[in-house]
């Protein structure tokens, strides 16, 4: 069982660019997040999916778009990407059947905005 | 507003006992998780309390008092692999996490 996967591992990207990073989970979970981590800041959701074919905003979701075309997959797409998108990202994803629940967090992507 | 306020770094000795402290203010409150990371790694599941008290989890355990808004991890019989950033987060009224900055702790030997 690989629980949730990332990719890219590591990206360096030009300004402007379109950047996919994508995020798989075995686990079947209802819930999935994606969270930046910057140094000397908390994690910060970005944009959620509470199920299929459901999304939600985040703290911080300017700039970013997501999609949860089934269970297992929740894609993060900047449309034009800007330095300041500099970031580890994160995907978890948790059980969401209703209440608090554990989140799992994938190996993150390491991103770079040049 | 919400607020999680945590220590910017902690240094302990190996063979110690550390507590690292949180306090919090969020929009009502559905509980808090604990969660550590190492450098370069994804965070990792350590407790949850929901209500008040002390929970035990072998050299681990996490207290909460909900009144207070606070929580604290203890970490007894330190390793050098307890080396790693522990990070407080409150569940909001929403059912979002809230998360700190995170508590870098540093084990000498």
């Known amino acids: 069982i690989a629980g949730i996967t990332q990719a890219p591992t590591s990206q360096i990207l030009a300004a402007g660019r379109r950047m996919t990073l994508r995020c798989t989970q075995d686990?079947?979970?209802?819930?999935m997040y994606w969270y930046r981590q910057d140094l000397g800041l908390g994690l910060r959701l970005i944009h959620y999916?509470?199920?299929?074919?459901?999304?939600g905003k985040g703290e911080v979701p300017d700039g970013y778009s997501v999609s949860r075309a089934n269970t297992d997959d929740f894609p993060l797409t900047l449309a034009s990407a800007v330095p300041s998108q500099t970031s580890v990202y994160f995907c978890?994803?948790?059980?969401?059947?209703?209440?608090?629940?554990?989140?799992?967090f994938g190996p993150g992507t390491r991103l770079t905005v040049l | 507003g919400q607020n999680i306020d945590q220590p910017t770094e902690m240094t302990a000795t190996e063979g110690a006992i550390v507590q690292i402290n949180c306090t919090y203010q969020?929009?009502?409150?559905?509980?808090l998780f604990w969660y550590q990371q190492h450098a370069g790694e994804a965070p990792t599941f350590l407790s949850y309390?929901?209500l008040d008290g002390l929970e035990e989890k072998g050299r681990f355990s996490s207290f909460l008092s909900r009144s207070k808004g606070y929580s604290y991890l203890l970490l007894k019989e330190l390793q050098m692999k307890d080396s790693a950033s522990y990070l407080c987060?409150?569940?909001?009224?929403?059912?979002?996490?809230?998360w700190g900055a995170g508590t870098k702790l540093i084990i000498k030997p």
């Open positions: 309390n929901v």
């Open positions: 987060a409150p569940f909001d009224s929403n059912y979002q996490l809230i």
């Open positions: 969020t929009s009502g409150f559905n509980g």
């Open positions: 978890a994803s948790s059980d969401g059947r209703g209440g608090p629940d554990t989140q799992y």
């Open positions: 686990m079947r979970h209802n819930a």
């Open positions: 999916s509470n199920t299929a074919g459901t999304t």
